[in-house]
Nanobody
Framework: QLQASGGGLVQAGDSLRLSCAAS????????LAWFRQAPGQERQFVAA????????YYADSVTGRCTISRDTAKKTAYLRMNNLKPEDTAIYYCAADFRGMSVKFRLPETYDAWGQGTQVTVSS
C-alpha cells in the first residue's frame, strides 16, 4: 500500500517535496513513479525510478526542475519539485510496478499499485 503526502498551496517559483510511503513487508524490488492529473485531463507521467535508484526518468515538462529519489530503509520515495509553475497544479499520485522498471514506465496501466494522491496547487 502506498501513501502520498507533501502537497499544498504554494506560489510560482516555490519548491515542494512529495513523499510516497510504502507499507508492508517489502519495498521492492519494484520501480516507483509519480504521475499527476489535472481536472479534465488524463493522468500524466512525471518521473520514475528503478529499484536500485540507479535509473531515473522524467517527463520533458519537469526535466531540470524535479528530482525523484527513494530511501529503501524508510520505504519511502520522494519527488522534489523546484521552480513550481501554475501548470504544475494537479493531484500527484505515486505508483509501484512490482515487476521492476518496464519499458512502458510512462504508461499508467503499467503500474500495479497506487497511492491516494496529494494535491499540489501553484498560484501565479
Amino acid at each position: 500500500q502506498l501513501q502520498a503526502s507533501g502537497g499544498g498551496l504554494v506560489q510560482a517559483g516555490d519548491s515542494l517535496r512529495l513523499s510516497c510511503a510504502a507499507s508492508g513487508s517489502s519495498f521492492g524490488p519494484y520501480a516507483l513513479a509519480w504521475f499527476r492529473q489535472a481536472p479534465g485531463q488524463e493522468r500524466q507521467f512525471v518521473a520514475a525510478i528503478s529499484w536500485s535508484g540507479g535509473s531515473t526518468y522524467y517527463a520533458d515538462s519537469v526535466t531540470g526542475r524535479c528530482t525523484i529519489s527513494r530511501d529503501t530503509a524508510k520505504k519511502t520515495a520522494y519527488l522534489r519539485m523546484n521552480n513550481l509553475k501554475p501548470e504544475d497544479t494537479a493531484i500527484y499520485y505515486c505508483a509501484a510496478d512490482f515487476r521492476g522498471m518496464s519499458v512502458k514506465f510512462r504508461l499508467p496501466e503499467t503500474y500495479d499499485a497506487w497511492g491516494q494522491g496529494t494535491q499540489v496547487t501553484v498560484s501565479s
